[in-house]
Structure formats: structure tokens, C-alpha cells
């Protein structure tokens, strides 16, 4: 196959495998294990339409942007500061993400030489992270990347071990009031629209293969995700943690644990340097806030929400995708809209999706988000 266009495939896919996927047994053991495989055909076929119309949209466009450029360009300041919004609120979050759950994985990896609470270790987590940023130390995509395919070997190994002690009985039944929790977590997990118009770039001079690295991309992911929700839930059921790997313990030793938390460890480490660098040059270039001022704006919030005791990470990666990741998809939906009829270049490919089907698309995340900020 062709090496550029999986290259192209695999930055989308570094974008959305990340610690989303962590969260995905656990919705699923909660909800029934068919009611969220259900949810995730439904996701991920509309990720896959929403980044097709977003990559369609840079393909329209003769300038590159960014995705609140994009918006800038043909929607307005207005939506440029919803989006801007949006990409706030899902830099907190996925900060505060990492904290809580590198508690969890170090305290996996260390408990047996010494006990200290999962708490204290997070905290330690962020603050000695937080500092290596405000030294300029930053991930890199290549390692991105490499952590994504580690996490399939690391994957293979945990199927591997655990088949035969996956219990068909693990996959029956589904629990009312959990019901939604897969969708917010899943819209989370599937998040990676910052990636495309890296494809885009990847791929110049041959921008018709976008549409095809697109959908390797997200749906290589979604078998992905659906291969490591099956294997932990059909081995922990119920007793599926929030974090995944923990869980497995008493079924599949010590060994597989340190293995998947010494992954998890080394995966949250590089976004989250990778993630508050971002937020930090956003605030430092883009604001022209004091650097020291800009560091404090980014990596300050996520460790006083954790201290004060904001600490379900599957509660607030639901949240940001149902409402964040959500209110972005709109207005992507939007984008495509305007880009039809305002792009100013002859795109390589172009969807026609029936108009029903955008209105279905914006009823769907427009329901989640009402749900969430209200009814939840």
C-alpha cells in the first residue's frame, strides 16, 4: 500500500488513540457491552463524516488554516469563539484526564515496592510535568505515533493472555441508567480533527487520497477500540475499572498490569507535554500573554480542579465529549455547509450527503449536549 497515504492514516490515528481509550471498558461494562458496540458503529460512522466534510473543506480552501481559521474564514469571529472555546475546554480537560489517571498507573507500577495513595501520585504527576513544560520540554508527533503503535503490540499481549479467560457472560445484559455513558466517552475517544490538515500536507500533490486516509484512519481506530473493549470487558465484566488496566489483575496477574500501566505511564507523559506546550503557545503567541503568565493559564486550572477534588475521569472525559467534541462536530456541519458554496478551489473529492442526514447529525450532538449540561 502506499506509504505516503499510510503515513497520512496513521497522524489521524495518533490524534485519536490516546487516554480516551482507556475509559471505553468501563462505559461499556456499565451500559451492556452491545448497547455501547451499538453506540460505537453509530460514533464512528459519524466521525467518519464529519472529518470527510472537514477534510473536504480544507480541499475547498486554497490557504491552510487550522480548524478556528477555517471557522474565521466562513462562519465569523462568532464561531471562531465558540470553537476557541471548545479547544479550551478540551485542553483542561484532557489535562486534568492525564492527572487522574496517572495516579492509577503508577500506583499499579509502584505499589509493591512502597504504598502511597493514587492521589499523592497524580499530584507529583502534574507538578513534575508542569515543570519540564515551563523548561520548553515538549513531545513530539513522531513519539505520539510510536506510543499508538506500542498500544497495539501491548494490546495483542493483553488478548493474548486473556482469551481464555474471556466469559461469554460478561457480554449480556445492559444497565438502563447507564445507558448513555459510552456516547460521551466514545466522542472523546474519537476526537482527532487537528490531525486532518496534517494529512492535508502530507499528502500534497496527491490530495485525492485524503478521503481514503481518512477513512482507513477511523475505522482502523474503531476496530481497535473495538478489539480492546471486548477483550477487558469479556475478562473483567463489571469489575472493569475506570482506567481498564487495573481491573485485569486479579485475572491476569501482576505481569500484564505493569505491562499496560507502564504503557498508559509512558503514552500520558508525552501528550501531556505535548498538550500543554500547545495550550501554552497558544495563550504566549496567539494572546501575547507573559510566558511565565501563559504557563500559569495552562497547566494551573487542571491541578487546582483535581486538589479540590474534581477527580472522575470518566465523568469529565463524558462531559468534554459530549459537550466540547460535540458542539465542534455542529459546527464542522456548518463549515461544509458554507465551504460548498464559498471554497475558492476545486476540491478532489465531494461529498454529497443528503441534507436529512446533516440535520440528523446535528439533532444527535445537539441532544448530547443538552443532556449532558442539563439533564445528567
Known amino acids: 500500500m502506499d506509504r ?24 461499556f461494562a456499565q ?9 460505537l458503529v453509530v460514533i464512528a460512522l459519524a466521525t467518519l463524516l464529519v472529518d470527510l466534510m472537514y477534510g473536504e473543506v480544507i480541499l475547498r480552501t486554497h490557504a491552510s488554516h487550522q480548524i478556528m481559521g477555517y471557522a474565521r474564514l466562513y462562519l465569523g469571529p462568532y464561531a471562531q469563539r465558540l ?14 484526564a492525564y492527572i487522574i489517571i496517572s495516579g492509577d498507573f503508577l500506583n499499579n507500577l509502584l505499589s509493591s515496592f512502597f504504598y502511597t495513595p ?3 501520585y497524580s499530584v507529583l504527576f502534574g507538578v513534575v510535568l508542569s515543570l519540564a513544560v515551563l523548561r520548553g520540554l515538549k513531545s513530539v508527533s513522531h513519539v505520539e505515533l510510536f506510543f499508538s503503535g506500542l498500544f497495539v503490540v501491548v494490546m495483542g499481549l493483553i488478548l493474548f493472555t486473556g482469551w481464555s479467560s474471556i466469559q461469554p457472560a460478561n457480554f449480556v445484559g445492559f444497565n438502563r441508567a447507564n445507558i448513555a455513558l459510552p456516547y460521551g466517552v466514545l466522542l472523546f475517544a474519537f476526537g482527532g480533527l487537528l490531525a486532518v490538515p496534517i494529512q492535508r500536507q502530507l499528502l500534497v500533490g496527491r490530495e485525492r487520497k485524503l478521503w481514503s486516509a481518512i477513512a482507513l484512519a477511523v475505522l482502523f481506530t474503531a476496530g481497535l477500540y473495538a478489539i480492546f473493549i471486548t477483550t477487558v470487558v469479556g475478562v473483567s465484566g463489571l469489575a ?3 482506567d481498564a488496566i487495573s481491573g485485569l489483575y486479579q485475572f491476569l496477574g501482576s505481569k500484564i498490569t505493569i505491562l499496560g500501566s507502564l504503557f498508559g505511564t509512558f503514552a500520558i507523559t508525552t501528550a501531556f507535554l505535548m498538550h500543554a506546550s500547545a495550550m501554552v503557545n497558544t495563550f504566549h503567541q496567539d ?17 487546582v480542579l483535581f486538589i479540590i477534588g474534581i477527580r472522575s475521569f470518566i465523568g469529565i472525559i463524558s462531559l468534554a465529549g459530549g459537550v466540547a467534541l460535540a458542539l465542534e462536530q455542529i459546527l464542522i456541519v456548518f463549515l461544509f455547509a458554507r465551504a460548498k458554496s464559498r471554497g475558492d ?19 444527535m450532538f445537539s441532544a448530547g449536549i443538552v443532556y449532558f449540561l442539563f439533564i445528567q
Open 83 to 96: 470553537l476557541f472555546f471548545s479547544a479550551v475546554l478540551m485542553g483542561y480537560v484532557g489535562l486534568l
Open 4 to 27: 505516503k497515504l499510510l503515513y497520512s492514516a496513521s497522524v489521524l490515528v495518533g490524534s485519536m488513540v490516546g487516554v480516551g481509550i482507556f475509559g471505553l471498558p468501563y462505559a
Open 287 to 303: 494572546f501575547k500573554i507573559h510566558r511565565l503568565n501563559a504557563w500559569l493559564l495552562a497547566v494551573a486550572p487542571p491541578m
Open 240 to 242: 472493569t475499572t475506570p
Open 31 to 39: 451500559a451492556g457491552f452491545w448497547v455501547g458496540m451499538g453506540l
Open 345 to 363: 478551489r476545486l476540491p478532489e473529492y465531494s461529498l454529497n450527503i443528503p441534507t436529512w442526514l446533516l440535520y440528523t447529525l446535528m439533532a
Open 118 to 120: 493514587s492521589a499523592t
